[in-house]
């Protein structure tokens, strides 16, 4: 049994593999292999800003950060 807090907490991981996506997909490293995920407050419902930065790539993987932020607070960050 899942409590709403646990299904909003995957559909924030779920938008941040989107955007992780549609950054990788004119790569060779497209789809992401792992995801490690911090939430360091609840994210709240509305508009947000994803942001998504490249911090290596290899012959075999790309190793990404994405970070969500809302207003002036850094709420979820991921590492890839």
């Known amino acids: ?7 909003q907490l ?10 992780v996506e549609d950054f ?6 497209p789809d ?3 995801v ?3 939430f360091l407050y609840q ?6 800003l994803i942001q998504v930065r490249r911090a290596r790539t290899g ?6 950060d994405a ?3 809302q207003g002036v607070r850094l709420f979820f960050f991921s590492k890839h």
Do not use: F, R, W
Request: charged share 15%; net charge negative; with cysteine.
């Open 24 to 29: 990788q997909s004119s790569t060779p490293h």
């Open 59 to 64: 012959k075999n993987m790309s190793n990404l």
């Open 43 to 48: 994210v709240e419902v509305g508009e947000c």
């Open 67 to 69: 970070d969500i932020i």
């Open 1 to 7: 049994i899942c409590s709403s807090a646990e299904l």
């Open 36 to 38: 490690t995920a911090h």
């Open 10 to 19: 995957g559909y924030v991981v779920g938008i941040d593999l989107s955007a």
């Open 32 to 34: 992401p292999v792992h």
